[in-house]
């Protein structure tokens, strides 16, 4: 079902639809956590930050370098989000999905791993809706009457559908090109690779492009993201310099002491710029995986770590802090 994480992409997808949008579709995904909480291994502080003005800035024709495309940013039901709804099949109902720490006693990584398959194979159902949609099949849908979804019917080109994600999201991505062919690429926004198992590292069929900020990595997570990269020559990892974890999200754009009493210290380099370095990045790395026909390869040396305010790699000790 089309549930109402798609509600506020509206506008953006409106001027899109009277012409084909066959350039990509765009699954993204949120982060762990929950509002007020600080902390934790994890290190999430507010959950369901799906980065919407990166996203859209990809797809969006509107925005300086944006291509044209699709993204489903799923709601998912692992309980992993601050807190989420859904609607069954029964029209005007709402079932609310709460927030559920890690019961006492368990260990974090069995209760992360758990919820990050379950949210990997919610991105597979994602893209199993689009594939019935684009062939003509119809869908319950819960947004308002004038939202024609038949308009997508031969106007996808599912060859071109890449996984992204921010921190939790960011390992769901990774896991997700595991469990779908289908995804030719996944763009992991600072990962949270604790959750994956040891065993699946060799089974990721596909490039990542790892995108890092200066200080949410630790050196454990780093050995997981080199383990993928020396299996495929064409996955990356970049940091960029002078960044925080909350810069791949909406709330880096909160005003400076709003965003300190919520978060703490801030990244030194300014919000636009982080935003336009991780956008060059991503739309590098899918125009090199997707095939797109755009003007993207003019920012691949990003993916090589060459430019002002980023650096191959994680580079630790190096701080713009």
């Known amino acids: ?21 066959q350039d990509l579709v765009l699954i993204n995904l949120h982060r762990a956590g929950v509002l007020g909480l600080r902390g934790g291994s994890s290190g999430a502080q507010v959950g369901a930050q799906v980065p919407t003005k990166f996203v859209l800035g990809l797809v969006g024709r509107g925005a300086p370098g944006g291509t044209a495309g699709v993204p489903f940013p799923p709601a998912h039901r692992d309980h992993s989000a601050a807190t989420t709804y859904f609607c069954p099949a029964e029209a005007g109902t709402e079932e609310w999905i709460p927030f559920q720490r890690v019961p006492q006693g368990q260990k974090e990584f069995y209760f992360r791993n758990k919820q990050v398959h379950q949210r990997a194979q919610e ?83 596909s490039p990542v492009l790892f995108i890092n900020t200066e200080k949410f990595q630790t050196p454990e997570s780093a050995a997981k993201m080199k383990r993928l990269s020396s299996r495929n020559s064409q996955t990356r990892i970049v940091t960029v310099l002078g960044t925080v974890h909350e810069d791949q999200t909406d709330f880096a754009f909160l005003p400076g002491k709003l ?22 990045a991503a739309l590098a790395f899918l125009q090199r995986h997707l095939k797109l026909q755009e003007q993207f390869g003019q920012w691949d040396e990003l993916l090589e770590g060459v430019g002002d305010s980023v650096a191959p790699d994680v580079p630790f000790g190096r701080s713009h802090l």
């Open 123 to 205: 991105c597979v159902r994602a893209l199993r809706l689009f594939q019935g949609i684009a062939g003509g099949r119809s869908a319950p849908s819960i947004l308002p009457q004038d939202w024609d979804l038949s308009v997508l019917k031969d106007n996808l080109d599912l060859t071109k559908v890449a996984v992204m994600g921010h921190s939790f999201g960011g390992v769901t991505a990774v896991l997700a090109l595991v469990k779908e062919p289908s995804f030719r690429c996944a763009v992991a926004l600072d990962a949270w690779m604790f959750p994956l198992e040891n065993l699946l590292y060799p089974e990721v069929p």
């Open 1 to 21: 079902m089309w549930g109402p994480s798609l509600a506020p992409l509206r506008p953006a997808l409106s001027p899109l639809l009277p012409s084909p949008f």
């Open 259 to 280: 965003f300190s009493l919520i978060f703490g210290r801030r990244g030194t380099l300014e919000p636009r710029r982080a935003l336009a370095i991780t956008s060059q």
